[in-house]
């Protein structure tokens, strides 16, 4: 798409500025509303996205791919094949073999493997298509979760959510296109950078939704300007601003007159859909959530991780208000639960102790969230997706120590082959798609690239993730890169 | 012959001769060349359609161009042909010429099929004319004309925030070339245009990445400034940035200079390999350093050769070997830096090593043994003698104090080139990945854009040279483009960021080649190229519009008016500082840390927190304010501003709700309404036409402050009734009551002035 349609989108976007026969308007947040320029390229099987991060990345050999193997080698020498030509994050020379640390068994009608962590999610299994052979080329967080979200390790580009907004608008006006939660009581390791626009005009920026102070950044009126005052301040600007596009004939003068009529609405919409205590018990019961909780971890200056108990709501909350959000509207809803990397080098970051309790954090949470829009009849056009930016190994971190100490183990960056998952919006439920080999090290079939998972994203919001692209710097950019290799995965396909 | 086709050839008939490169070659690039371009890998059937000889050559019984006969040229035959294994470019490629561009390829070969370059790689020569003559011609093409000059006090808002990023201060009747002069020579010049080369060199005050700690990058900052304000040429500003450090004894500020490619990011996380990062800040300075200067894209010639514009992924390689050769490797510490430690600070460093040293060796002495770093963390209370533990932890704090003193010191990355006997084999990175590297390459600069100029080395300092060569055709256009876009609100070649040949052709040629003579054969002085175009009548039009103004040139692309646009990120904010006399002007040193909203900085490791400054620091110019990479200054990314990842070229304007938000409620704002109240309460005149004045720098007209007046009394009405509200508003702006004011009436202006600082023309520039 060049700048020029860009433009010409935003003039035809809405009556108001068709009518007012003025001539081109800069980019408007308005240009992302009312879906009936914005249509799919293809059909479309999801309407919205809400993207669940596990920022840091949960090991998959302790959630859903069950190597029993690993049982025969614990605590052993790694075989050579494990470390021949590789590159590690921290592991140097020979590292111990660790076996999976919890039980697993196969759950629902499908007959998944899934460990005992999980045992609300196992209940709505049948509902997921879970994908064990996701492999990426980055094994450093911030460049893995740029890639993951971004297409691209390197800063700069637009974030997935950025691009279905950019493609297909929001349907809510007087809310945001692309919403951000976080939770964990971190940023994720790559900052901002993961919702930001990129190369893309800064209105299909991801807009950070907090659930401490102002929702949205400056979102309140002062203390002591109550919304009579604010009304009546805005109506002598807009008094003004109409005088000053009389005299100018500037269509930008409208566009402006519109965002702060915009700005005045979002002061009460968003906090409105921010306010999960409007949610009956019975729901707030379903995710786990609680109103107003605030969590330590939230705003204490030191290791976070210490902080974290398993019933903690705070992931729970952003689940319900991902819900809110996008049945009011919102297009993307992003979520990163920052606290995964477990490396074992303290219990913080440790498998044994810190992994059950972020899996308790989330597995209540997110099967209520599937099971809350399945009974709105949401999750058909819904489409979740979960998992983190690479795997772990199958080994233990040699540098942090090689036996079994309470509170110390851990695994490294495993960017060879990890599991991810998505449900609804199209997809099929209780597959699992790929096979990794016995030690879950490599796929041995069916691998699935980033670019994969990306492609098949876009496909199921109707955008077709080969000819959707922006142009820039002389270059079509596309999320799924300038190459072809990303493959829709038409196995998950309902 | 279809009818429509009858009639646009009798259509076209009448219409000037076709011109290869401005109306062929963009439709060449655009849909053959991906397959039959400069990239050998990508191209298919062997054939290529970006070389004269190649296209012209008969081949496989058939010609691609064969002058002065399309039907005979199987790039016309092809393009119309019903059979869909001949038809170009092929279904699968998703790409269809319009009728319209058929035509174009059909005329040109029937017209000779004349070749030539593409546009902007040709010399720049001055045409004749003056920027008001080369508008004047494309206006008259449209039928308009120049409209006439905006008023004195529009003009002088204008001229003041377009050279200094601050509404003017003086007030006298100086004629208009004195005021340009004047705020040429003002030491704002420098911090408002220091911004561009902010953004182009993609400056941040932290590292970028998970870590995204800080680091020191403040004095290249005030060194562009400095270099701006004394008008250094664009050639030496080039030189010193780029090769400093190579230069014969070089000063102390020509090494600061080399920051400039020092702020590409480096990674501290752990468990990174750090010549991963140190390769891509390499690929980022080739990139960024093509951009900045030749407005070309070299990305994607790391992987393959460039599918539109001659450069090949050797050439790439070459130009990367010559920067590949700088010590800094990803390191933790930032080295190489340059310090530069006050006495004091050198006293204090001395002093600190010495103690550090005695009580090194008295633990020696005492220990029996020479403790190492890693010694001292081992204490154990149980083992160690009370005396030993007692000076283990002396040596620690000791330690500690040493490291704090050097941390005070002021030191900055900067580039130095390896010794000879250390240079690094750049290789060609197989499909940009730089754990697959091939063929050693040797270190050149881009083949198509002429050779290093006589006698240059073949190092940073040829490269810096070759960059503002005379011959090289795209410096001077593109920075005169960027110039003019700054000043017009659009570039005459829209995308900025892309000279080649996919980028947009220049609305205006012949004025884009005037300005761009002007400014190399001026000895490349940004001041005059500035005066040059201010000093226009193009410039200085007013810019109210007309529909039919609107129709014939919809987004003043061709000057056909005054450019009226809304301001940027900083200009925004120091605007509002400087209307309402709160602004400092305190300049250089390091960022300062203006309020926001608290809790924004929870990044995953960097322990820094932000502490909002208290008395000047919370006022000074918004290019002073600290930017970090992953949290950036909220205020400035709503409204378009940079994070410093990578090099931006342009700021896309957008207006947005959360622009509105900023505006009527980040603290720095009600801070300013709150000052300018007490200023248009303190001004003897009626107070809300006296804020229009002040804010908006012209006298307000009859009645245009009446809206404003009621606000007041309504809100005024409503604050008597809850005086709580008054002095909570008052309270939130930290401002005290002037004297002989009621609370009511105060709080009252104060939502005045919120008001005033909201208006659209108070935003924009007229």
């Known amino acids: ?494 | 012959m279809s009818r429509a086709l009858v009639l646009l050839l009798a259509v076209s008939a009448r219409a000037e001769p076709v011109d290869f490169s401005r109306d062929v070659l963009p439709i060449l690039s655009a849909n053959c060349f991906a397959c039959h371009g400069p990239d050998e890998k990508e191209r298919k059937a062997k054939l290529r359609l970006d070389v004269e000889g190649d296209a012209k050559r008969a081949r496989d019984g058939e010609t691609p161009v064969l002058a002065g006969k399309p039907e005979q040229s199987s790039v016309f035959t092809r393009l119309v042909t019903k059979d869909e294994d001949e038809l170009m470019p092929p279904p699968e490629s998703h790409k269809t010429l319009k009728s319209a561009q058929i035509e174009l390829v059909r005329r040109w070969i029937a017209e000779g099929a004349k070749w030539g370059r593409h546009w902007s790689f040709e010399p720049v020569t001055r045409p004749q004319g003056t920027i008001d003559s080369l508008v004047k011609e494309k206006l008259t093409e449209k039928k308009l004309t120049l409209r006439p000059p905006a008023s004195s006090a529009t003009l002088a808002r204008r001229l003041s925030l377009d050279l200094t990023g601050l509404p003017p201060t003086d007030s006298s009747d100086k004629d208009y070339e004195a005021l340009v002069d004047s705020l040429l020579a003002s030491k704002a010049f420098g911090e408002h245009w220091a911004r561009l080369w902010l953004d182009l060199a993609r400056y941040a005050d932290t590292k970028g990445y998970e870590k995204d700690l800080g680091r020191t990058m403040w004095p290249w900052r005030d060194w562009v400034v400095d270099g701006l304000n004394a008008d250094m040429p664009l050639d030496q500003f080039t030189l010193e940035q780029l090769a400093g450090d190579l230069l014969p004894n070089p000063t102390e500020q020509q090494l600061i200079a080399t920051a400039f490619h020092r702020n590409t990011m480096s990674n501290d996380e752990g468990g990174t390999d750090n010549e991963e990062f140190r390769v891509a800040a390499v690929k980022d300075r080739v990139d960024t350093t093509i951009q900045v200067w030749m407005g070309l894209t070299m990305g994607c010639a790391k992987c393959h050769s460039h599918k539109y514009d001659p450069i090949s992924n050797e050439d790439y390689y070459r130009l990367y070997s010559i920067l590949n050769q700088t010590q800094d490797a990803d390191l933790p510490d930032d080295s190489p830096k340059l310090s530069k430690p006050t006495p004091e600070q050198t006293k204090a460093v001395e002093s600190a090593t010495k103690k550090l040293n005695e009580l090194r060796e008295q633990l020696a002495k005492a220990s029996g043994k020479d403790l190492k770093d890693k010694d001292l963390e081992r204490e154990d209370p149980t083992t160690d003698k009370p005396e030993i533990a007692k000076l283990k932890a002396e040596v620690k704090s000791a330690r500690n104090a040493l490291k704090a003193a050097n941390e005070e010191i002021v030191a900055i990355p900067i580039f130095r080139e390896l010794p000879t006997a250390k240079q690094r084999v750049t290789k060609i990175h197989n499909r940009g990945n730089f754990l697959d590297q091939t063929a050693p390459v040797t270190p050149a600069v881009l083949p198509a854009f002429g050779k290093l100029p006589e006698g240059a080395p073949l190092n940073r300092i040829g490269l810096a040279k070759w960059l503002v060569n005379r011959d090289n055709p795209l410096t001077p256009r593109v920075w005169a483009n960027r110039v003019w876009a700054r000043l017009f609100g659009i570039g005459l070649v829209e995308t900025e960021e892309d000279f080649g040949a996919l980028g947009t052709p220049p609305s205006n040629p012949k004025l884009l080649d005037l300005l761009a003579a002007e400014y190399r054969d001026g000895g490349w002085s940004l001041k005059k190229l500035l005066k040059f175009i201010v000093m226009s009548d193009t410039y200085r039009q007013a810019s109210e519009t007309t529909p039919a103004l609107r129709e014939a040139d919809p987004r003043n692309a061709l000057a056909s008016r005054g450019a009226r646009y809304r301001l940027s990120a900083e200009v925004v904010r120091d605007q509002a500082l400087a209307v309402s006399g709160l602004l400092s002007r305190k300049m250089g040193g390091p960022p300062v840390m203006p309020p926001q909203p608290a809790g924004l900085w929870r990044s995953t490791y960097s322990g820094k927190t932000w502490i909002d400054a208290e008395g000047e620091d919370r006022h000074r110019r918004g290019l002073y304010t600290y930017l970090k990479r992953t949290t950036p200054y909220p205020s400035f990314i709503t409204f378009d501003g940079g994070s410093g990842e990578v090099c931006q070229i342009r700021r896309i304007r957008t207006n947005t709700p959360l622009q509105a938000l900023v505006t009527l409620n980040d603290p720095v704002y009600l801070e300013a309404a709150a000052a300018l109240a007490a200023k248009m309460i303190a001004s003897g005149s009626e107070p809300a036409a006296a804020g229009l004045r002040i804010a908006l720098c012209r006298p307000a007209k009859p009645d245009e402050a009446k809206p404003l007046i009621t606000l007041f009394a309504d809100a005024k009405a409503d604050f008597a009734k809850h005086p709580q509200q008054a002095t909570d508003l008052i309270a939130t702006t930290r401002s005290k009551l002037p004297q002989g004011i009621a609370a009511p009436d105060f709080a009252a202006w104060i939502v005045t002035a919120n008001a005033i600082l909201n208006l659209d023309e108070f935003l924009t520039r007229n």
């Open chain 1, 1 to 494: 798409m060049t700048p020029d349609l860009l433009h010409a989108r935003a003039v035809t976007r809405r009556h108001f500025f068709q009518t007012s026969g003025l001539g081109f308007g800069a980019l408007a947040l308005n240009s992302l509303m009312a879906d009936d320029l914005k249509r799919p390229m293809i059909p479309a099987r999801a309407k919205r996205v809400i993207y669940l991060h596990m920022a840091g990345s949960p090991s998959q050999l302790e959630m859903f791919d069950y190597k029993p193997e690993l049982q025969k080698l614990h605590l052993k020498d790694a075989p050579a094949s494990f470390l021949e030509g590789k590159r590690f994050a921290f592991i140097k020379g020979v590292p111990k073999v660790l076996a999976a640390q919890f039980k697993f068994a196969q759950q629902g009608q499908s007959g998944q493997w899934m460990s005992e962590l999980m045992p609300q999610l196992a209940k709505v299994i049948d509902k997921i298509s879970v994908i064990r052979t996701v492999h990426t080329d980055q094994f450093n967080h911030a460049p893995a979760q740029l890639f993951v979200h971004t297409g691209s390790p390197r800063l700069g580009s637009p974030s997935i959510g950025s691009w279905a907004t950019y493609g297909l608008g929001s349907t809510n006006e007087d809310l945001p296109g692309f919403v951000v939660l976080l939770s964990g009581g971190k940023t994720p390791d790559a900052g901002k950078s993961l919702w930001g626009s990129g190369f893309l005009p800064s209105v299909y920026q991801g807009v950070q939704c907090r659930t401490t102070g102002d929702p949205v950044l400056y979102l309140s009126d002062p203390k002591g300007m109550d919304r009579v005052m604010r009304r009546r301040m805005l109506d002598a600007v807009a008094k003004m601003n109409e005088a000053e596009h009389a005299r100018s004939g500037d269509a930008e003068t409208l566009t402006r007159i519109a965002q702060y009529e915009l700005a005045y609405r979002m002061q009460t919409s968003v906090p409105d859909v921010m306010d999960i205590s409007k949610e009956p018990e019975h729901v707030l019961k379903l995710y786990g959530a609680k109103p107003g909780y605030v969590s330590p971890a939230e705003t204490s200056t030191d290791d976070v991780r210490v902080l974290y108990k398993g019933d903690d709501p705070t992931f729970a909350n952003n689940c319900l208000l991902a819900r809110r959000l996008i049945e009011n509207g919102v297009r993307f809803v992003q979520l990163y639960d920052w606290g995964w990397d477990h490396h074992g080098s303290s219990p913080g970051e440790s498998i044994d102790e810190t992994l059950p309790i972020k899996c308790q954090q989330i597995d209540r949470a997110i099967s209520g969230l599937i099971l809350d829009l399945e009974q709105r009849g949401l999750l058909d056009d819904t489409l979740i997706v979960w998992g983190g930016e690479f795997g772990r190994t199958p080994m233990m971190q040699n540098n942090v120590r090689s036996d079994l100490k309470k509170g110390f183990v851990g695994r490294d960056h495993h960017p060879y082959a990890y599991t991810m998952w998505m449900a609804g919006g199209g997809i099929k439920g209780g597959v699992a798609l790929g096979q990794t080999d016995e030690f879950g090290y490599y796929p041995v079939e069916n691998p699935v690239g980033i670019r994969d998972l990306q492609a098949t994203i876009l496909h199921q919001l109707g955008l077709d993730p080969y000819r959707f692209h922006f142009s820039y710097q002389g270059l079509d950019n596309r999320l799924i890169g300038p190459t072809n290799e990303g493959k829709v995965l038409k196995a998950l396909l309902a």
